[in-house]
């Protein structure tokens, strides 16, 4: 029962090269996000997608962009990586069906650690 | 809008102490609370919530929590705290909608000193 699978665990990036985190997850979930982590900040979201097709900004969007592929995959692209990008990353997923319920858990993914230098 | 303000960023008890953990909550709708854990090097865990219904909550691994409305808090305790316990703990906040991303805390981490 694999949840929420997240690749790469670890990367390093050079100041302005690009990458992108692959997100899936097998719960048949409708609604999926992306989070960074920072010491003393918490979990800020950066994008979701309450369904597939659709996609929306969080708090911290700028310098990412993101694609929901279909229902299982939700990837976050760092077009050009900058120092500030350097965080956790983790991407996380609820059921939010056709009777969306803000008491729905979320399913958190394992994290990828990031550092851009 | 919605928010969360975790009081105190570090708390350390001594093993078998009592836990308290402070979250205080904004919320423009009736509110849907959570408290999530992790461990080192792990993605977040759901501890408990509350929905609607009775207040007191309980969790898992001896946590509990108690909603009032009056306070807009949403305090996190364990009555005996053990070395397990060591991690860092989120409050976050969601509204009625699925659809509505939930809010995370900063988060408190807390130690436990034998």
């Known amino acids: 029962n694999a949840g929420v699978t997240q690749t790469p665990k670890f990367q390093v990036l050079k100041t302005g090269q690009s990458m992108t985190l692959q997100c899936a997850q097998d719960m048949n979930h409708n609604s999926m996000y992306w989070y960074r982590q920072d010491p003393g900040m918490g979990l800020r979201l950066i994008y979701y997608s309450a369904s597939e097709g659709t996609t929306d900004k969080g708090e911290v969007p700028n310098g990412y962009n993101v694609s929901r592929l279909n229902k299982r995959e939700f990837s976050l692209r760092l077009e050009s990586a900058a120092p500030s990008q350097t965080s956790v990353y983790f991407c996380?997923?609820?059921?939010?069906?056709?009777?969306?319920?803000?008491?729905?858990?979320?399913?958190f993914g394992s994290g990828t650690q990031l550092s851009v230098l | 809008a919605q928010s969360v303000t975790q009081l105190g960023s570090h708390v350390s008890v001594s093993e078998g102490a009592l836990v308290l953990l402070r979250c205080n909550y904004s919320s423009s709708v009736p509110p849907y609370l959570f408290w999530y854990v992790q461990y080192p090097n792990q993605g977040l865990q759901l501890l408990l919530k509350y929905t609607t219904g009775a207040t007191l909550v309980k969790g898992i691994n001896g946590f509990e929590a108690e909603f009032k409305k009056s306070e807009t808090s949403f305090h996190l305790t364990k009555p005996s705290a053990h070395m397990s316990d060591a991690a860092e703990y989120f409050c976050a906040v969601s509204g009625l909608s699925g659809n509505t991303p939930l809010v995370f805390g900063k988060g408190t981490r807390l130690s436990v000193i034998a």
């Open positions: 996380a997923s609820r059921a939010s069906g056709r009777s969306p319920r803000g008491n729905e858990k979320l399913f």
